[in-house]
């Protein structure tokens, strides 16, 4: 009997749960502009815009270890997108991975969406329905073979390691800018999806904080890049880094020692330079107070060992004249770069992680700091792919991981072939060669 009516209670809680976000004034301008705000937060344009396409109307592939997936058209075209959906079916996709007609693919971070607030959800339902453009774009099949590419598998996968939907919910005592910051990071900004390890079913090992030291410890490499450690480590995380910086760099996307690149490039051009200050310093304050991974880590001393050798025209070390030739003009000979432009190379956090991918990368395509509205001039860094050899890259690349104080494993002219390969680089000397046959 006691079940019975515990049933029957959570059934009408439901209903009326239900009732209340279907009977909402999805039209209300400030509920809109509340979801456009919560949108960006999210970043949802970045995944369901495709290269050149109509925002919001999908089509961007999605590399996974299964094969690729294609973002789908959330726009309000009722043929194509989700103009047919109500309240209770966006939900369902965004919080509980669940769509109209089948389970989601985990691209879509729904694990950490599950801790965003019903009020937040209604805000994001009304902005997506009454103030994004309609696209009429079919959604495109994903490129998996069978049998990986049934679905009823995702199933079995929510159930193991999605969370429950519980809005999230500030910690007795919490701090209430700490609260608020933890509420962007861990739901609306699923910054652990890139940020934090993954295990063999390809989820997250932690989903929040409260979840151990694994959370935003650093990723799995993705499109040759290596998602950071984002805890209190002080040589490859967020140890050295003052709460002004963080806002600075998520607001502008560089600080007076280091720039952003990657994928997160895209994270501050598209989200984090339009959100209120306030926000920001309460994600920085918040990333601040987790612990670090690896308490041993002592913090970064400079050395001018190297910048002396330098200065007095002594590049004999390996690497040194490679580095002379091709870097020292922008990060200087003593590693320091020049404030808000071309960052430092000494005490950089992203030169001190086991794994060299993401600095290989840069030095074989290049990259661009971004312009923002808060910093409008963007500067470009020259790949260097066809000038230099593998061997040429993994000596630079050495050289600055391990002068100025840097301290890191070495790499080899085999880790960066693989790169080359995997970021599609060009050959050393191809542009040459293709110059000359033209002769």
């Known amino acids: 009997m006691k079940k019975l009516l515990l049933a029957a209670s959570l059934t009408m809680g439901l209903v009326s749960c239900t009732w209340a976000a ?202 040759g890049w290596v998602p950071k450690n984002l805890r209190g480590d002080q040589r490859d995380g967020l140890g050295s880094w003052t709460e002004e910086q963080l806002v600075q760099f998520l607001s502008t996307g560089r600080t007076a020692h280091t720039a952003v690149f990657g994928g997160m490039s895209d994270v501050v051009v598209q989200s984090m330079q339009y959100m209120s200050n306030e926000d920001l310093t309460a994600i920085a304050r918040y990333l601040k107070t987790l612990s670090p991974k690896s308490a041993e880590q002592q913090p970064f001393k400079y050395d001018d060992t190297v910048s002396k050798a330098l200065f007095n025209g002594d590049d004999s070390m390996v690497g040194g004249s490679v580095y002379v030739d091709n870097c020292a003009a922008c990060h200087r000979t003593d590693g320091k770069g020049y404030a808000e432009v071309f960052p430092a190379l000494a005490g950089n956090p992203v030169l001190a992680t086991d794994d060299a991918t993401s600095l290989i990368h840069i030095v074989l395509k290049g990259g661009v700091v971004p312009a923002t509205i808060k910093a409008p001039t963007s500067y470009d860094m020259p790949a260097f792919d066809v000038r230099l050899t593998d061997k040429q890259v993994a000596d630079v690349v050495n050289f600055i991981r391990n002068s100025w104080g840097n301290k890191a494993s070495m790499v080899t002219e085999s880790d960066v072939s693989k790169v080359r390969e995997e970021v599609k680089a060009e050959k050393y000397g191809a542009v040459a060669k293709s110059e000359n046959s033209q002769k």
Not at 111 to 121: H, I, N
Request: glycine share 10%; charged share 20%.
């Open 22 to 223: 279907e009977n909402i004034d999805y039209t209300d301008a400030k509920l809109i502009k509340q979801g456009e705000y919560l949108a960006r937060a999210g970043d949802c344009v970045a995944c369901h815009t495709a290269s050149g396409g109509q925002p919001f109307a999908g089509g961007l592939p999605i590399e996974s270890p299964i094969g690729t997936i294609f973002s789908t058209n959330i726009t309000p075209d009722k043929q194509t997108g989700i103009g047919e959906y109500s309240f209770t079916d966006f939900d369902n996709a965004v919080r509980h991975g669940i769509g109209k007609d089948h389970t989601l693919y985990p691209a879509m971070p729904y694990p950490s969406y599950a801790r965003v607030t019903d009020e937040d959800m209604q805000a994001l339902y009304a902005y997506f329905m009454h103030a994004v453009q309609p696209v009429n774009q079919a959604n495109k099949d994903t490129d998996i073979t069978w049998p990986l590419s049934m679905r009823w598998p995702l199933s079995v996968w929510r159930w193991t390691f999605a969370p429950e939907v519980k809005a999230f919910k500030a910690a007795e005592h919490q701090n209430p800018v700490v609260a608020r910051g933890a509420y962007l990071v861990e739901g609306l900004g699923h910054c652990g999806a890139c940020h934090s390890p993954r295990g063999f079913g390809m989820q997250e090992k932690a989903l929040t904080s409260e979840e151990g030291d694994l959370y935003l410890s650093g990723g799995e490499p993705m499109d």
